[in-house]
């Protein structure tokens, strides 16, 4: 018998708990065997991995309001592969978002002025909280990739005058595409290399309580193509540049891009707040050879019930691998007991951040997303290859199936009616275990190699 890893989660009470074989709830006879077949002579893309964001927010709760031994604990707990569940994607703002204790760029400047060669560029900020935890999370885990998007270019760059509405105004897109620049060039300083970059978080979405900025199709092809790839090039700038990141629903929007600037972006990122993860296979299989990212989801009081919300992550999760996503990236990697800070006028917020950390007390606690990331992150490595996993149409078991680089076989599946249900995972016609999964229950199973 294979000597199997597995971890469940059945409901609240028990949660991504280590188990044997044994201690699964046997098959009964009253259900059938639903069959989860993996083959791993059939492989798709290979997964970069699991994350959320250190925001402004988040970064302050971890950085300053933790004691420095409940600090360590929850970086080892979140980024170490053997410790944790080795998160390995970081996607960050790049300046504020609406999770900041208050609007910034890295280049703010007083009513009525501009600043074209950006001599007050700095990071500042960022130094201050995020990149220390950012250098702890690499230092954790080298594996992990950065990505960052901006919500709002400074204000004077835009219609707006403001980090609030607006479009970026366009003689100053090669202004902003050297703010990007001088972005990964003083993140490389601090030994923290950029993996990828998109030109603007939900360009479909102008907020009015909070940094954002409409980009166009138009606009964005000619901003990438024009100024912020060439920029890139004469730098000599490997970051990658990622379209789109927005909902699933306007698949149309990353298809014009792609058709306009096909050589100069290299993938698509996309969110999970709108549309069916199945945009995201459509425009892979127009542009096989684009990178797919699943870049923002966030849960949050609008699910309010437990187990809806934690089926909604292993549902994602699941269904984003499956449509050729290469990582599957939550939002805030922390919030406080009211689901903050928040900038200010942003209102009453209902997100739900991967911890909870009580600024009144310094309670920590891990949420259902801590979780459901673990699920996946622990058992599915960077550099995985994803497999073909079947199952009968009308079976409610979700799954997907990844090889890693050390040769083991890692399986997620999730029960996704409202009965038991018995399964079966075989790996190329061989049984590896058989099973019930309670209704709404998640299993990992991780296989050793068998070189």
Not at 19 to 25: A, D
Not at 128 to 139: F, H, N, S
Not at 228 to 241: A, C, G, M, N, S
Not at 403 to 425: K, M, Q
């Amino acid at each position: 018998m294979l000597n199997l890893t597995i971890y469940e989660s059945t409901g609240e009470k028990e949660l991504f708990a280590r188990k044997s074989v044994q201690q699964l709830s046997p098959v009964s006879a009253d259900r059938p065997l639903r069959t989860v077949a993996v083959d791993d002579g059939r492989t798709y893309q290979e997964v970069d991995g699991f994350g959320a964001s250190f925001t402004d927010s988040a970064a302050y709760l971890i950085h300053r309001v933790l004691e420095p031994q409940q600090r360590a604990e929850l970086m080892k707990r979140l980024f170490d592969p053997h410790a944790g569940i080795g998160l390995s994607v970081l996607r960050n703002p790049m300046g504020a978002s609406d999770y900041a204790r208050d609007f910034y760029s890295y280049d703010d400047m007083p009513a009525g002025e501009t600043d074209a060669e950006l001599r007050r560029f700095s990071i500042a900020h960022d130094e201050e909280d995020i990149i220390p935890l950012l250098q702890e999370a690499v230092r954790l885990n080298p594996d992990l990739k950065l990505m960052a998007s901006p919500w709002s270019p400074p204000g004077w760059m835009k219609t707006s005058g403001s980090m609030i509405g607006g479009e970026l105004i366009k003689e100053y897109y090669p202004v902003y595409a050297d703010y990007f620049v001088r972005y990964i060039q003083a993140y490389a300083a601090h030994g923290l290399p950029i993996y990828a970059v998109t030109p603007q978080n939900e360009a479909l979405y102008s907020p009015g309580h909070y940094p954002g900025m409409i980009m166009t199709p138009e606009a964005q092809i000619d901003f990438i193509r024009n100024h912020l790839k060439p920029r890139f090039v004469r730098h000599r700038i490997d970051t990658k540049i990622l379209c789109y990141d927005h909902n699933w629903d306007r698949p149309d929007y990353p298809r014009a891009v792609l058709e306009q600037a096909h050589a100069e972006v290299d993938g698509v990122a996309w969110h999970w707040y709108g549309g069916h993860p199945s945009a995201q296979s459509e425009i892979y299989e127009a542009f096989p050879d684009k990178e797919v990212h699943m870049t923002e989801g966030s849960g949050g009081e609008w699910i309010p019930p437990f187990e809806p919300a934690f089926s909604h992550v292993m549902r994602m999760g699941i269904e984003t691998l499956r449509n050729y996503g290469k990582s599957f990236v939550l939002w805030n990697m922390a919030l406080d007991e009211n689901n903050g800070p928040t900038v200010p006028g942003f209102g009453r917020s209902t997100c739900r951040g991967v911890v909870r950390i009580n600024q009144q007390t310094k309670e920590l606690e891990y949420t259902l997303d801590y979780y459901a990331l673990a699920h996946f992150s622990t058992c599915i490595r960077p550099g995985a290859l994803r497999l073909a996993s079947d199952s009968a149409d009308d079976s409610p078991i979700g799954s997907v199936a990844c090889r890693n680089r050390d040769g083991s076989t890692a399986v997620v599946l999730f029960n996704d009616s409202d009965t038991p249900e018995n399964v079966a995972v075989k790996l190329n016609d061989a049984d590896v275990a058989s099973f019930r999964m309670e209704p709404k229950s998640a299993v990992s199973v991780l296989m050793p190699s068998r070189r």
